[in-house]
C-alpha cells in the first residue's frame, strides 16, 4: 500500500492539499521502493482524538464540523487515484459472507436464519443506484487520522484512498467516533 498511499499524497499535494493551504496531507518527500516506505513530512496539530477525552486543545464539535470542511473539499477535488471501488466491496460483503458461513458452522440449527439474512443484504444491493456519485475517499476518515493546528485541518493514513461513493467516508466517521 506504500506505493499507492505516496500517489494518493503526491497528487492532493500538488493539487492544492499543501502546506499554503487550509486543508492538508502530509508533504510526500519519497517513496522507497524497495524497503515499501513511504518517506513524508509530520503534520502540525493535534488529533481530533484528543478532543474526545475532554482535555484537547479544541471544542469536540468545531473539531468534528473542521473534520468536515476538509472531507468536503476533498470530495470536491478533482483527484482520482486507483481503482474504483465497487460497492459490494466497500461494503465489506465477503467480510459479512466469512462471517456468516463461520457463524452456521458454529450453530448449523440456524443456518436457515443465517441464508435469509444474505438473500436480504442480496436484495438490498439491487437497490442501490446504479450512477451512484463517485469521488476520491479517504477509506478509513476518522477522529484519529485527522490533526488540527489553528484554522488548518490535515488528515493522514491515505493508503486505502481509492475512488467509490463518498458517503463511505461520512458513514465510516460517525460509525469511529460513535
Not at 153 to 169: E, G, H, W, Y
Request: aromatic share 8%.
Amino acid at each position: 500500500l506504500g506505493a499507492h498511499s505516496y500517489a494518493v499524497m503526491k497528487e492532493l499535494w500538488d493539487h492544492g492539499f499543501d502546506r499554503k493551504s487550509r486543508f492538508q496531507v502530509p508533504e510526500p518527500l519519497a517513496f522507497l521502493t524497495e524497503h515499501n516506505f513511504v518517506l513524508m513530512r509530520g503534520v502540525a496539530g493535534q488529533p481530533l482524538a484528543a478532543a474526545l477525552n475532554g482535555n484537547g486543545p479544541f471544542d469536540l464539535i468545531e473539531g468534528c464540523r473542521e473534520a468536515a470542511r476538509w472531507l468536503a473539499a476533498f470530495h470536491r477535488s478533482s483527484v482520482r487515484v486507483g481503482e474504483t471501488e465497487p460497492d459490494w466491496d466497500s461494503l465489506k460483503i465477503l467480510r459479512v459472507s466469512v462471517r456468516l458461513i463461520k457463524a452456521a458452522a458454529t450453530r448449523p440449527e440456524e443456518r436457515d436464519a443465517l441464508l435469509d439474512y444474505m438473500h436480504s443484504l442480496k436484495a438490498l444491493l439491487k437497490d442501490f443506484p446504479a450512477n451512484a456519485p463517485v469521488a476520491q475517499t479517504h477509506g478509513r476518515y476518522h477522529h484519529e487520522h485527522v490533526f488540527i493546528s489553528g484554522d488548518q485541518v490535515s488528515v493522514i493514513d491515505l493508503d486505502r484512498s481509492r475512488p467509490t461513493n463518498p458517503a463511505k467516508d461520512v458513514a465510516e466517521f460517525l460509525r469511529v467516533l460513535r
